[in-house]
């Protein structure tokens, strides 16, 4: 069973256009959800978390419309977001009380052991919390009402590596419940190597890949070369070409049959921050760093 | 329920604080002229002490004129929209109708609590004397509730239609503006006209002058606060649950 699936979803602003995206998430897995700024992830964000009205195609989350059993799929999902959604004046004591009346299932035991295991303080106002600390209570939060879906928009972003990493054990520790699962959007590929099952990757509204990571990483990778090489590779095989002073570099989608037919020319495996890269400039072919 | 209604009073509790502290400043200076009136300066100066105790009746809605505005349900809900709080809510399966009705409910509450500390107030001061009118300035004190509940409901309405908080700010210059422009050629008319009396006596000449006007108050404002809290409930909340785009 897949924990979202979103078949041909399309929606339309001024000057950007999310074109007839579809991918699946599935359950008790993470999937991370990479692309630049502006790629269109907030915006499927906010579709799928029924922020936004969507022009055409379908959103189903834990099996069912998002729409049509929008409280049903509301009731076992968690947000969160690249900011915390709680007012400044209000401490995290006094947050598990008002959190009490939103959350159908709340559970405030769990909400102080996170608060204890991450450290933070119950009396501090909100508004005098660090950025890391911010975002674990949001974290916290969004863990103590037995979601079955948590869906992240930029959380680890602007966090120091200490506090990623920790965020990042406690996702893992929430997939060990094999119901649950995780979409996360981010543009820190890093954190995605680490930890997500699948990938899918947004590029001016549309969807370029979708897959279980590893297949992904595994099958593509670049071709080390001179540039005077470059001719003797098949366009149809290159993504884009990063051209330095040191010769150049390609990005092929499928290693294996590229190792086949240019035998004698190197080809390294690639991480998914390199696949991101090469295809955001797929339109320039040749590009230099 | 209750953990809204405290994120409320969170939100609001600097404003809260204040005006209970204005309004305990004014009563310990009302206190203390009233102790002077009895045995301080102003006990030996008989025209002074009288003229006071004739203008007594003007601290009768203090409590009213201080404490009523602590509270204000469009401000706690620009919070919501600035902080995000309105945002997590709509991923959530509480509905925005009890977000909104936890406003209406709170403000209810609370100028209950104004109106009660105010019949207090207007007992405390029959008691000394300075007015015998209780049930005639409770009755004012209840109209007056309802017309200030009524128009928070209905500046809560516009700050949901629009989601800013300048609305309140606009909403409130206009009916400052409009309601000055509406009674100042009234009350200019009538001051030259009662020009030479007091000002209680000019006041019971008005009472006497409008009371056929008068009656229609109370049903106006209940009408305007059952408007208010239904605006609010079933329009309002609606409009906060729409998606964008």
């Known amino acids: 069973m897949n924990a979202i699936e979103i078949s041909s979803l399309t929606k339309s602003y001024d000057g950007f256009k999310l074109d007839n995206i579809s991918f699946n998430v599935p359950q008790g897995s993470i999937m991370g959800f990479i692309g630049q700024n502006g790629a269109g992830k907030t915006t499927t964000i906010k579709l799928l978390l029924g922020l936004i009205k969507r022009d055409s195609g379908s959103i189903k989350m834990l099996g069912l419309d998002n729409i049509e059993h929008e409280q049903e799929v509301k009731s ?10 709680f007012h400044d004046q ?4 006094q947050l598990s009380t008002v959190l009490a009346d939103v959350f159908l299932q709340w559970d405030k035991a769990v909400y102080s052991e996170y608060l204890d295991r991450f450290n933070l303080p119950k009396k501090k106002k909100i508004g005098q919390l660090s950025k890391g600390m911010r975002m674990k209570l949001q974290i916290a939060a969004a863990l103590s009402h037995h979601a079955k879906l948590l869906i992240m928009d930029e959380a680890t972003t602007g966090l120091d590596p200490v506090v990623r990493n920790e965020i990042l054990d406690i996702f893992l520790e929430y997939l060990q419940d094999d119901q649950n699962s995780i979409l996360l959007s981010s543009h820190i590929t890093s954190d995605l190597e680490k930890i997500a099952d699948s990938v899918t990757f947004i590029d001016k509204g549309k969807i370029l890949l979708t897959g279980v990571k590893d297949d992904i990483v595994g099958s593509y990778g670049v071709i080390k070369c001179k540039k005077s090489e470059l001719k003797d590779i098949d366009k149809k095989d290159i993504i884009s070409t990063r051209i330095s002073d040191f010769g150049a570099e390609t990005l092929v989608a499928d290693r294996k049959l590229c190792e086949k037919k240019y035998s004698g020319i190197t080809i390294d495996g690639t991480t998914l921050e390199e696949i991101m890269l090469f295809y955001v400039r797929r339109d320039k072919g040749e590009w230099t760093s | 329920m209750k953990g809204m209604i405290k994120k409320e009073i969170t939100l609001s509790k600097k404003q809260m604080l204040l005006t209970v502290s204005m309004f305990a400043v004014f009563t310990a200076l009302c206190i203390l002229v009233r102790l002077s009136m009895e045995c301080g300066n102003i006990a030996d100066d008989a025209e002074l002490r009288d003229h006071l105790m004739d203008n ?35 991923t959530t399966s509480y509905s925005i109708r009890s977000l909104i009705g936890t406003k209406v409910i709170m403000l209810l509450i609370f100028e209950t609590c104004v109106f009660a500390v105010n019949a207090v107030y207007i007992v405390i001061l029959s008691l000394i004397g300075g007015d015998e009118g209780i049930f005639s300035s409770m009755a004012v004190l209840l109209k007056m509730t309802l017309f200030f509940c009524a128009v928070l409901l209905l500046i809560l309405f516009f700050s949901t239609v629009t989601e800013k908080k300048k609305t309140f700010e606009v909403a409130l210059t206009a009916v400052v503006t409009l309601s000055g422009m509406a009674f100042e050629p009234f009350l200019i008319n009538k001051m030259e006209k009662y020009s030479g009396r ?17 009656k229609y108050i109370l049903p106006l404002c209940v009408l305007l606060f059952i408007s208010g809290v ?16």
């Open chain 2, 56 to 90: 007594l009746w003007v601290l009768r809605y203090l409590p009213f004129v201080v404490l009523a505005f602590s509270y204000n349900p469009s401000l706690t809900l620009y919070g919501d929209i600035e902080s995000g709080f309105l945002r997590l809510c709509k």
């Open chain 2, 198 to 214: 007091t000002d209680i006596d000019v006041l019971d000449l008005l009472r006497l002058e409008l009371a056929p006007a008068l």
């Open chain 2, 230 to 245: 239904l605006l609010n409930i079933f329009v309002g909340a609606r409009l906060l649950e729409r998606r964008d785009g």
């Open chain 1, 76 to 85: 076992q999902i968690a947000a969160v977001f690249d900011d915390i959604p």
């Open chain 1, 90 to 93: 209000l401490n995290a004591a």
